[in-house]
């Protein structure tokens, strides 16, 4: 009985659900992850670790054959090809590694800062679960923590963002109440700053929110907890790969339209339920940060409206912010009914009981919905090594919109990649070369001379991403085809 009620302490609950639930998230996504379709972001990560384990101290842009930086040379990465180049691992097994180290940054991160602003683990066991599962319709897309997003995106870096996040309020929290710990606000900041610029700056909003208006704290210490964040920003320019501030104010000279419309009513909406129900639990004093980021972020969000591309991102913090305010709601509405700490760990353990049943049948869900590209008996990545294989790394090639990314992931060089990248500045001259290359309905000659003009003599395609007439015209006048499943090589 002893081991039992130990077993389902707040705390012992918390690990249990968050072991299983971002482990499995963890073991998913790097099983999946060699067989990843095109238009996933791993291949820019694999890409990444590949180039810095080649080129260790002073690596080459991971997709072009140039000396440009790349805004994926972050202290993760770096990190992690490092120590895993010097065990002579490879980057998939590097990625999957990672993958680990995320889930469990973000589950402690998570759980201390549930600890420092709602007093008690209870929060964490309901903030995490609405996280993974809290929606009407369970988004797909980098930066959220939904389930599904995990089980490709658990290595990310927006991912072990988040949970760095999560450590940032809690420390600022803890620094307000404990000033001895606020040294510990610059090292964390800098590599925040080093990690995922975007993430980083939704980090800082919430924690000078926090800094400003937490209730407790008096102005000295206030003044220093800024300035050790201030501090630590300063510490980020040492970065020896780029400089994270200006990368983050350089804008990239490409256009990018993927991912889901988050300006659409239907879009809005699936988002904010449940979650918009938490602006009721936003109430208290010591909410009132959370209610000067939640501002800041609708503010920044409402930019995209004028046309600023990266504005829809700040969404995610909205959402965030709000489902913290429903977790205080629904702590609320526990303390009203009188909830004694028995009935608590049984609704817990029958709780996590159903969140592993819902976990089982997303990971089957998600699994049969990409069943096609696991069971292929080869891969996009296998197909674009074997076809570029023979070919010089450093001398570029040109593949078609998105057959870039398991292409540069080999470790083969381009002419330019579709989505943005803000460390190569004539990136939209770049793409507007490639697909002047690809262009439909001109002719054979035309194309030759572009890419005389260019310096290409290879072109990369993947057939599901080109009309058929376009395919059949390259295979009737290239020199030489070669194809392997649904990639293919022409030689001009």
């Not at 972001?41 to 072009?64: M, V």
């Not at 709601?329 to 592993?356: N, P």
Request: aromatic letters at 10%; a neutral charge.
């Amino acid at each position: 009985m002893t081991r039992l009620r130990s077993l389902t302490t707040p705390v012992a609950l918390y690990w249990l659900i968050a072991g299983a639930l971002l482990g499995t998230a963890a073991v998913v996504a790097a099983l999946n992850a060699p067989h990843d379709a095109p238009n996933q972001d791993i291949w820019q990560h694999i890409a990444t670790l590949r180039a810095l384990i080649d080129g260790r101290g002073s690596p080459s842009n991971p997709f072009l054959a140039t000396e440009d930086t790349s805004r994926h040379f972050s202290a993760l990465w770096v990190a992690a090809a490092w120590l895993g180049g010097s065990l002579g691992l490879n980057p998939f097994t590097i990625f999957a590694a990672a993958g680990g180290v995320s889930m469990l940054v973000l589950a402690a991160g998570l759980y201390a800062f549930c600890v420092a602003y709602f007093r008690t683990a209870w929060g964490a066991i309901l903030l995490l679960p609405l996280i993974l599962f809290g929606w009407v319709i369970e988004v797909e897309h980098t930066g959220y923590l939904s389930f599904r997003t995990l089980l490709f995106a658990a290595a990310y870096p927006a991912t072990i963002m988040a949970g760095m996040c999560f450590a940032l309020w809690a420390l600022v929290i803890q620094v307000l109440r404990q000033p001895g710990l606020t040294v510990a606000l610059v090292p964390l900041v800098a590599l925040m700053l080093a990690t995922h610029q975007l993430g980083a700056l939704i980090g800082l909003v919430v924690a000078g929110s926090l800094i400003l208006l937490w209730p407790e704290g008096v102005f000295r210490t206030r003044l220093a907890a800024s300035f050790a964040c201030v501090v630590g920003i300063a510490l980020s320019l040492l970065w020896p790969f780029y400089n994270p501030i200006g990368m983050m104010l350089r804008g990239s000279s490409s256009s990018w339209d993927g991912g889901p419309d988050f300006y659409r009513i239907d879009v809005i909406a699936a988002l904010l339920l449940p979650a918009g129900l938490g602006f009721l639990g936003l109430r208290d004093r010591k909410a009132r940060p959370f209610l000067l980021a939640l501002g800041l972020f609708t503010g920044l969000y409402a930019l995209g409206f004028l046309g600023l591309q990266v504005a829809s991102r700040f969404f995610v913090p909205v959402t965030l912010i709000l489902q913290i305010g429903l977790v205080s709601l629904l702590l609320e509405l526990g303390k009203a009914l009188h909830i004694g700490d028995a009935l608590k760990r049984l609704t817990a353990v029958v709780f996590a009981l159903a969140l592993f049943g819902i976990a089982a049948h997303t990971v089957s869900a998600f699994q049969a919905a990409h069943i096609e590209r696991r069971t292929s008996p080869v891969s996009p990545y296998a197909a674009a090594f074997a076809l570029t294989q023979d070919l010089p790394n450093d001398v570029p090639i040109a593949a078609h919109g998105l057959s870039v990314w398991p292409v540069v992931a080999t470790g083969q060089r381009v002419i330019s990649i579709p989505w943005p990248e803000p460390g190569i500045p004539d990136l939209a001259e770049r793409q507007s070369v490639t697909a002047g290359l690809f262009e439909a309905g001109v002719s054979w000659q035309t194309r030759l001379e572009r890419a005389s003009a260019a310096g290409v003599t290879t072109l990369i395609i993947d057939d599901r991403l080109i009309a058929a007439e376009s395919l059949a015209e390259f295979i009737r006048n290239a020199s030489s085809a070669q194809n392997i499943a649904t990639y293919w090589r022409f030689d001009l």
